[in-house]
T-cell receptor, first 114, second 115 residues
């Protein structure tokens, strides 16, 4: 009963390095989301994918790219990490891009950029 | 635009005290409203939801009523427990156009309950 699985759980990078955060869901959900959580800011949407084959920018997309690899997987890539991207990243999924469908969250990736 | 404002924390209560966490929203249409809870080191979990005006969401002793006239969705619990210590997020989901299904979160309210 995994739900939404994120890897890695923790990561430390140096400024300028690149990395990909992985997310997979086993609930056959159509929609997937990437958020970042910063102290006192709540969660802010980075990118989302309403359905397989589509991706759209959210509130704070600069410095990130995404890939909806298949229905299960939605990855987030930092091409050239910056200290401002130090944050906790959450992946979520839902049955569809409709307001009544709640989102299910992974446990997060804690990323530090030095 | 869409936004959510919730009361600043932290909130500290004794066990069995009454809890209210205020949440108000601004939305362009008729949103669905949610409360999520985040326990230390974990992701967010849906606590309750309401999809139309006057709906009451409830779960685990928590309740919130969707008040369109006051654009509010306050979270309440009659008797809190130590295990309720967590961060609580109010959120709305838009029903319109390109923002369909996206969640807009408040900043979160840290609740600590002492025995």
């Amino acid at each position: 009963n995994a739900g939404v699985t994120q890897t890695p759980k923790f990561q430390v990078l140096k400024t300028g390095q690149s990395m990909t955060l992985q997310c997979a869901q086993d609930m056959n959900h159509n929609s997937m989301y990437w958020y970042r959580q910063d102290p006192g800011m709540g969660l802010r949407l980075i990118y989302y994918s309403a359905s397989e084959g589509t991706t759209d920018k959210g509130e704070v997309p600069n410095g990130y790219n995404v890939s909806r690899l298949n229905k299960r997987e939605f990855s987030l890539r930092l091409e050239s990490a910056a200290p401002s991207q130090t944050s906790v990243y959450f992946c979520a999924s839902s049955d569809g891009p409709t307001p009544q469908k709640p989102q299910h969250f992974g446990d997060g990736t804690r990323l530090s950029i030095l | 635009g869409n936004s959510v404002t919730q009361m600043e924390g932290p909130v500290t209560l004794s066990e069995e005290a009454f809890l209210t966490i205020n949440c108000t929203y601004t939305a362009t249409g008729y949103p669905s409203l949610f409360w999520y809870v985040q326990y230390p080191g974990e992701g967010l979990q849906l606590l309750l939801k309401a999809t139309k005006a006057d709906d009451k969401g409830s779960n685990k002793g928590f309740e919130a009523t969707y008040r369109k006239e006051t654009t509010s969705f306050h979270l309440e619990k009659g008797s809190v427990q130590v295990s309720d210590s967590a961060v609580y997020f109010c959120a709305l989901s838009d029903r319109r156009g390109s923002t369909l299904g996206r969640l807009y979160f408040g900043r979160g309210t840290q609740l600590t309950v002492w025995p």
